[in-house]
């Protein structure tokens, strides 16, 4: 199927990566890559949200006339919907996320999620689908999100065994590593808390805090 990646960031690199097979053409025009080609097949969407995100990905469609548009970029929910596309983000570890991709189930949420699955499980990709493309966007959305609760507690407690000349090891480590455990032998996996360690400084990064603000405007809407 002729496929046109947009965006070659992080993402884009790996998904090239990951579906080489179908010779993918690129377009990023910061980076002066353009394709010649005017129609294809499958448009794959990844670069950044931003307020322009739906106008920008039109315009692609109208240059390109997909029969299906993909989009990897976390987006705020129903954005999809509007565009008449497929959600299928990311997940894996900046900044080599081929990886990920290639080990994480992929999830294609949509109306013609089912179409495009055998594309993606040919270039060895494990799939889940989705009815609708909104549980796609909204489980990226909260699974970074919950990520940064967990971060934001590791420096919770951090804090708190410093200012109490507290073992932080003793306090959250071994408790928590210990606690999975035990409920691993018990036959409760699910109760598996991430033990992690606190990062120092501010919590950065592409994903974290962009999502949460995206996620909390939907809230309380």
Do not use: W
């Amino acid at each position: 199927m002729k496929t046109i990646i947009v965006g070659y960031g992080e993402v884009g690199k790996a998904l090239a990566k990951v579906l080489e097979q179908y010779k993918p053409e690129i377009i990023d025009p910061q980076m002066g890559l353009h394709s010649a080609s005017v129609n294809c097949d499958i448009l794959h969407i990844t670069f950044p949200f931003s307020d322009k995100f739906v106008e920008q990905v039109e315009e692609y469609k109208l240059n390109h006339t997909p029969k299906y548009v993909v989009i990897h970029s976390t987006v705020p929910v129903g954005t999809c919907q509007e565009l008449g596309a497929i959600s299928s983000p990311i997940r894996g570890l900046h900044p080599n996320l081929e990886g990920g991709i290639r080990t994480f189930v992929k999830f294609i949420g949509g109306e013609q999620a089912s179409e495009v699955a055998d594309y993606f499980r040919k270039a060895g990709l494990r799939v889940i689908l989705f009815d609708k493309a909104e549980t796609a966007e909204a489980f990226k959305l909260y699974d970074t999100t919950y990520y940064k609760v967990c971060i934001d507690f590791a420096h919770r407690v951090k804090k708190f065994c410093e200012e109490n000349d507290l073992n932080f090891h003793e306090v959250y480590s071994l408790p928590n590593q210990t606690y999975n455990e035990g409920y691993t032998q018990l036959g409760y996996p699910e109760y598996i808390r991430p033990v992690l360690q606190p990062i120092k400084g501010p919590i950065k990064g592409h994903c974290v805090l962009p999502n949460e603000a995206i996620i909390k405007s939907q809230e309380t809407k």
